[in-house]
């Protein structure tokens, strides 16, 4: 395996990545797999089990609405726990601990997800599954300081999402095949069970997810901590607390791209949790939604690596700020959609700027933190993160049951929108008060410089 490893490091694409950046990278290309499962399939088996008239079973608006609120909760929780595991692993040698804590609740649960077919304990176990996920990417993004100098930080974090959205064909292809022979295209074509297709899907997601995460595990050294090893909860709160007073008080640029990120980073997440519902409320064919979200992810492959290279010669901030553009343009498109061709142009558009915009936040945002202090500073970021993704999703939950009393229909003068379009255009509104927050966070940066 390991022999496997290096030689697989040597291969063009990666040689300019050292072992450590390599291993690091490698995590993206596994934790894709299950954001590309759970953008995709998941909210389709989902529906699968939650949409009927007999006992116990919902209507599709319904399963949308309810999909949106779990994803507000997985939010809420992670935003929560968030910070009191970063501060945890800044300590010495805790960081990989519980980063292979959180991964392992997270594969242990995406297997067992695969198993359960009541529509209630589907959506339970999915929680549980995306809240460890979740978590596990709080200790990897901090993770970065100590893989990459702040030159290099750019172009590996972008090369982290890049070959995420490439790798994560591999085993989606594999979870899309069985989907399609279980049912998916066509009641007569059935090699096996719905169920037996998502028990595939499911697992094999989850060996994947394991597999490639293990250079890292192997490899990882922190090399960034604090000196300070004991400590209750309450201390841990006053000093998440005393940081993020400092913050408001002294560190303007850290603030105000907070705010930024807060903002803008709601429409991505929300756009990705919900893409396939929007085609499923559309009445859109499910196959056809999910090839084009797998050729999106060649699409955001081929963006992340041009933005990386444009970050050589541009600064971090200008090109955030053509990816804000771009989502903006995206939501307002939305408000048009109707066919599965231009469903194809909205996941285009998305695939462009989807990983760049994640890539080169979080490479900013370790730019203007203190090093030692990475995994609290990242566990802040990701009570924005993870907290701004429950606006996003209210939001369509909201909109949604509002739109149960309007017939499904929103009427703006002549022109008449379904739910789920305003839903998504809506979402126009955070990326442009973002793209204003980021303009200041620059401006305070400059001048602190």
Same mark, same amino acid.
């Given at each position: 395996?390991?022999?496997?490893? @290096?030689?697989?490091?040597?291969?063009?694409?990666?040689?300019?990545?050292?072992?450590?950046?390599?291993?690091?990278?490698?995590?993206?290309?596994?934790?894709?797999?299950?954001?590309?499962?759970?953008?995709?399939?998941?909210?389709?088996?989902?529906? /699968?089990?939650?949409?009927?008239?007999?006992?116990?079973?919902?209507?599709s608006d319904n399963?949308?609405?309810?999909?949106?609120?779990?994803?507000?909760?997985?939010?809420?929780?992670?935003?929560?726990?968030?910070?009191? =595991?970063?501060?945890? /692993?800044?300590?010495?040698?805790?960081?990989?601990?519980? *980063?292979?804590?959180?991964?392992?609740?997270?594969?242990?649960? =995406?297997?067992?997800?695969?198993?359960?077919?009541?529509?209630?304990?589907?959506?339970?176990?999915?929680?549980?599954?995306?809240?460890?996920?979740?978590?596990?990417?709080?200790?990897?993004?901090?993770?970065?300081?100590?893989?990459?100098?702040?030159?290099?930080?750019?172009?590996?974090?972008?090369?982290?999402?890049?070959?995420?959205?490439?790798?994560? =064909?591999? !085993?989606?292809?594999?979870?899309?095949?069985?989907?399609?022979?279980?049912?998916?295209?066509?009641?007569?074509?059935m090699l096996f069970?719905?169920?037996?297709?998502?028990?595939? &899907? $499911? &697992?094999?997601?989850?060996?994947?997810?394991?597999?490639?995460?293990? !250079?890292?595990?192997?490899?990882? +050294?922190?090399?960034?901590?604090?000196?300070?090893?004991?400590?209750?909860? @309450?201390?841990? *709160?006053?000093?998440?607390?005393?940081?993020?007073?400092?913050?408001?008080?002294?560190?303007?640029?850290?603030?105000?791209?907070?705010?930024?990120?807060?903002?803008?980073?709601?429409?991505?997440?929300?756009?990705?949790?919900?893409?396939?519902?929007?085609?499923?409320?559309? &009445?859109?064919?499910?196959?056809?939604?999910?090839?084009?979200?797998?050729?999106? +992810?060649?699409?955001?492959?081929?963006?992340?690596?041009?933005?990386?290279?444009?970050?050589?010669?541009?600064?971090?901030?200008?090109?955030?700020?053509?990816?804000?553009?771009?989502?903006?343009?995206?939501?307002?498109?939305?408000?048009?959609?109707?066919?599965?061709?231009? $469903?194809?142009?909205?996941?285009?558009?998305?695939? =462009? $700027? +989807?990983?760049?915009?994640? #890539?080169?936040?979080?490479?900013?945002?370790?730019?203007?933190? !203190?090093?030692?202090?990475?995994?609290?500073?990242?566990?802040?970021?990701d009570i924005f993160?993870?907290?701004? #993704?429950?606006?996003?999703?209210?939001?369509?939950?909201?909109?949604?049951?509002?739109?149960?009393?309007?017939?499904?229909?929103?009427?703006?003068? #002549?022109?008449?929108?379904?739910?789920?379009?305003?839903?998504?255009?809506?979402?126009?509104?955070?990326?442009?008060?973002?793209?204003?927050?980021?303009?200041?966070?620059?401006?305070?940066?400059?001048?602190?410089?």
């Amino acid at each position: 395996m390991s022999n496997f490893i @290096r030689t697989l490091n040597q291969l063009k694409p990666f040689r300019d990545l050292n072992e450590q950046e390599f291993s690091w990278v490698l995590y993206d290309v596994g934790n894709s797999a299950y954001t590309m499962l759970a953008c995709s399939l998941i909210p389709i088996w989902f529906k /699968a089990d939650a949409i009927g008239v007999g006992p116990g079973k919902i209507s599709s608006d319904n399963a949308t609405a309810y999909w949106a609120l779990a994803t507000s909760v997985v939010t809420i929780v992670v935003a929560l726990i968030g910070p009191v =595991c970063g501060v945890l /692993a800044d300590h010495k040698d805790t960081k990989k601990f519980v *980063f292979s804590t959180s991964l392992a609740i997270g594969i242990i649960a =995406c297997i067992l997800n695969g198993f359960v077919s009541s529509w209630f304990l589907f959506l339970f176990v999915y929680i549980v599954t995306k809240i460890a996920y979740q978590a596990s990417l709080t200790f990897y993004d901090s993770m970065l300081n100590d893989v990459a100098t702040e030159e290099r930080s750019d172009v590996v974090s972008s090369y982290g999402y890049a070959w995420g959205y490439l790798g994560s =064909c591999i !085993p989606f292809l594999i979870a899309l095949v069985a989907y399609i022979v279980s049912g998916g295209l066509s009641k007569d074509f059935m090699l096996f069970s719905p169920q037996v297709g998502k028990i595939i &899907g $499911f &697992g094999v997601t989850a060996i994947w997810w394991l597999i490639v995460t293990i !250079p890292l595990l192997k490899n990882y +050294q922190q090399k960034y901590y604090v000196q300070d090893t004991k400590g209750s909860v @309450r201390k841990v *709160f006053q000093k998440i607390f005393g940081s993020l007073k400092r913050i408001a008080k002294e560190d303007k640029k850290v603030l105000y791209f907070l705010i930024a990120f807060f903002l803008y980073i709601d429409g991505v997440g929300t756009i990705i949790d919900n893409c396939i519902n929007l085609g499923t409320d559309l &009445g859109l064919d499910t196959v056809g939604q999910v090839v084009f979200l797998l050729l999106t +992810q060649v699409v955001a492959f081929g963006g992340s690596l041009v933005f990386a290279r444009l970050s050589r010669n541009h600064s971090t901030v200008s090109l955030m700020k053509v990816c804000i553009v771009g989502y903006t343009v995206v939501c307002i498109y939305a408000l048009s959609l109707q066919s599965l061709w231009q $469903f194809a142009v909205m996941a285009f558009g998305v695939g =462009c $700027f +989807q990983g760049s915009i994640q #890539s080169l936040s979080r490479s900013y945002y370790a730019k203007i933190i !203190p090093n030692e202090n990475g995994g609290e500073y990242f566990g802040i970021y990701d009570i924005f993160a993870k907290g701004a #993704s429950f606006l996003g999703s209210f939001v369509i939950f909201v909109v949604k049951k509002i739109g149960l009393l309007t017939g499904g229909v929103f009427e703006i003068g #002549s022109f008449a929108f379904k739910s789920i379009n305003v839903a998504i255009a809506c979402l126009a509104l955070f990326f442009i008060l973002g793209y204003i927050f980021l303009g200041k966070s620059d401006k305070e940066r400059r001048i602190n410089n």
